[in-house]
């Protein structure tokens, strides 16, 4: 089976379980194509991709999200690999970008557990029935979630600031390199016995 | 009292004998015993290890790890500092005892380094502690480490230590003013 098929194959088995098929998504794209599914049959969706045996998707590889401002949602993407069929699938559903709120599949894998409060810190989706929804990376008060394209950073936080009085930047960084190894440009003649250049 | 007055070593085959004032004797004995807190919140802790293991040997010259803040002198930044660990750090420098020393270990510890556009990252270590002496390096070897911790034993042979234990040198400004509480 190549990997249209198996995703074909996927497709099928799910939407079995499901009711209804969930779309094909990414399948122009150079990428990994990928199955996308109703943000209510999100948890249906990924116990159908472990426990179906045609499916057995027993290894949760990634759980993340990416930020869509533009269509107003947040994508939730699960990486997925089957030790038993040494396949992999890609999983997504989006939540509105407003009220972002999943249910959490933790009970499906355990290794969710922290990439949903990953998902929680970094980008604001609310997991619902998440056994311990706290931040994962981020300190307990910290302000909104950085992952959002809208983020701002606050100038100070708990008296520390954010910023350093002259950062350097990678232009600046890139001067210093050069002068480093060039030497600075002088417009004086040289002192002592001339370059071999001059010679000839 | 002169600010760097050092004591007189004289050795001799039968042992020897050191001749000075009491601050500098003190402070003889102090910057021997520099004792370093097992910390390190990332990969310059690897270059941490090495320092205190065989080859490097930071133990003769007494620089000694120690794994409590409360038996430590001198705190080492090493590494990537987060927001999140910036508030144990601050805790763990309230933990230490005075007199108490700090060095920023490499370019992250310095500035924030490689990740100073992070919205994660600390901007450099001197922004929650008062730093000492700053090292270059991404990571340093352990040869700067020790040269880093060479230059804070001269910082200590210069203090007015006994001075300052009977208050009659002024305790440096408060590094938390108001409103910069540590607790968590």
Redesign the interface.
């Known amino acids: 089976m190549n990997r249209a098929e198996e995703l074909s194959a996927a497709q099928t088995a799910l939407a079995g379980s499901l009711g209804e098929a969930p779309a094909l998504g990414g399948a122009a794209l150079a990428g990994d194509a990928w199955l996308e599914v109703p943000a209510a049959r999100w948890r249906d969706a990924c116990r159908a991709a472990r426990e179906l045996p045609a499916l057995g998707f027993d290894f949760l590889r990634c759980l993340t999200g990416v930020d869509r401002p533009e269509a107003g949602r947040i994508e939730v993407v699960a990486h997925l690999f089957s030790y038993r069929h040494r396949r992999a699938l890609t999983l997504k559903t989006s939540v509105p970008r407003d009220t972002p709120e999943l249910d959490s599949v933790a009970g499906v894998w355990p290794a969710a557990d922290w990439h949903e409060r990953e998902l929680w810190d970094l980008l604001g989706v609310r997991l619902r029935g998440h056994p311990d929804l706290r931040r994962l990376l981020l300190p307990e008060d910290w302000p909104g979630h950085p992952l959002r394209k809208d983020w701002q950073e606050p100038d100070h936080y708990r008296g520390i600031p954010t910023r350093r009085a002259a950062p350097q930047t990678a232009g600046e960084l890139a001067k210093q390199t050069y002068v480093a190894v060039r030497g600075v440009p002088s417009a004086a003649p040289k002192a002592g016995p001339a370059s071999p250049g001059e010679d000839g | 009292m002169s600010t760097d007055d050092r004591p007189v070593i004289e050795a001799g085959p039968e042992g020897g004998f050191a001749v000075g004032s009491l601050d500098s004797l003190l402070n003889l004995a102090r910057k021997h015993s520099l004792w370093y807190l097992l910390f390190g919140t990332a990969c310059c802790a690897i270059e941490l290890m090495q320092t205190g293991g065989p080859r490097t040997d930071a133990d003769r010259f007494g620089f000694v790890f120690r794994p409590t803040p409360r038996q430590a002198d001198v705190l080492i930044l090493a590494g990537t500092i987060?927001?999140?660990m910036?508030?144990r750090i601050r805790r763990l420098y309230e933990q230490m005892a005075e007199p108490r020393y700090v060095v920023a270990m490499g370019s992250c510890a310095n500035?924030?380094g490689l990740f100073?556009m992070s919205?994660?990252v600390?901007?450099?270590g001197d922004?929650?502690v008062p730093v000492d002496v700053y090292i270059p390096g991404c990571p340093p070897r352990p040869e700067a480490l020790i040269e880093g911790l060479m230059l804070v034993q001269q910082k200590v042979e210069r203090e007015p230590w006994l001075a300052k234990v009977r208050g009659r040198v002024a305790d440096p400004p408060d590094p938390?003013p108001e409103?910069?509480?540590s607790t968590?």
């Open positions: 987060t927001y999140r910036a508030l500035t924030g100073q919205y994660s600390v901007k450099g922004l929650i938390w409103g910069k509480e968590e």
